[in-house]
């Protein structure tokens, strides 16, 4: 579990909570079904009229990579990488067959398999190229989900504030109604910013970095098949793989 995301989901709650109440107010000022309703009825009715439901699907499918990120050790995959190379220098690249085999990464067994089946270098790295970019693509579309979120949520926000504003002028004969309509006008701007700013957009860009971060992972992979293909010495691809552990 990503101990950074949780913490900072509690952070950003307590320093809303906390601040609220050090300026006297109350936690129920803060709770105010319309203004929810509104805010976020409105910000997923806006995603869903603009995204398809296979993208929505993956959207929230990936979202649990905030807590629960996909396991990207890159210097466990160099240290495979290089268990590969010398086996291929003692046995060939038939030897890799039964890694290839047994290979969990699906990625990392099909371009050993394509290694094994003795296809050209160049058709290694365009296969392998294709299957990247296009799951790449996928799923940075799917973190844009939650940059689309991010940016009609505190619209519809101030659409909650209008409204309330509304009740409030229409209502000014009759006191009792006031407080509701000023709160769902106030609590609807909160509502929509604070979603914005302290989980939609921030989700989206955790899990850009989640795919950049696997990306250049997968680079890695395809830089010492490749290598292994061409017969490279093994320390010559440890020296080059280096540089995609650089922080």
């Known amino acids: 579990m990503d101990i950074l995301s949780l ?4 952070l950003a709650l307590a320093a809303l909570l906390g601040g609220n109440l050090l ?7 803060l709770f105010n079904l319309p203004a929810a309703l509104i805010v976020v ?14 993208l929505l699907r993956r959207a929230f499918r990936q979202a649990r990579w905030v807590f629960f990120p996909p396991f990207i050790d890159a210097e466990e995959g ?30 990392a067994r099909k371009g050993l398999q394509l290694l094994v089946d003795g296809a050209e270098t160049e058709t290694i790295r365009s296969v392998l190229e294709v299957d990247l970019e ?3 693509q996928r799923d940075l579309e799917a973190a844009q989900v939650f940059d689309a979120m991010g940016g009609y949520s505190p619209t519809i926000g101030i659409i909650g504030a209008v409204m309330g504003l509304i009740q409030v002028m229409t209502n000014l004969t009759d006191p009792a109604t006031l407080g509701t309509g000023i709160a769902t006008a106030f609590v609807a701007t909160i509502y929509g910013v604070a979603l914005a700013n302290l989980l939609f957009f921030p989700v989206a860009n955790k899990l850009r970095e989640i795919v950049r971060r696997r990306t250049r992972y997968e680079d890695m992979m395809i830089d010492g098949i490749i290598a292994i293909a061409e017969g490279e010495n093994p320390r010559s691809i440890e020296t080059r793989l280096r540089g995609f552990l650089q922080p």
């Open 23 to 29: 300026e006297g107010g109350t936690l129920a000022s």
């Open 78 to 107: 160099l240290d495979k990488v290089m268990d590969w190379s010398v086996k291929a220098r003692k046995e060939g690249l038939l030897g890799l067959e039964r890694i290839a085999e047994s290979e969990p990464e699906p990625f």
């Open 134 to 136: 296009s799951r790449e």
């Open 7 to 10: 913490v900072g989901i509690i």
């Open 41 to 54: 009825g409105g910000t997923l009715a806006a995603t869903l009229l603009q995204t398809s439901w296979g």
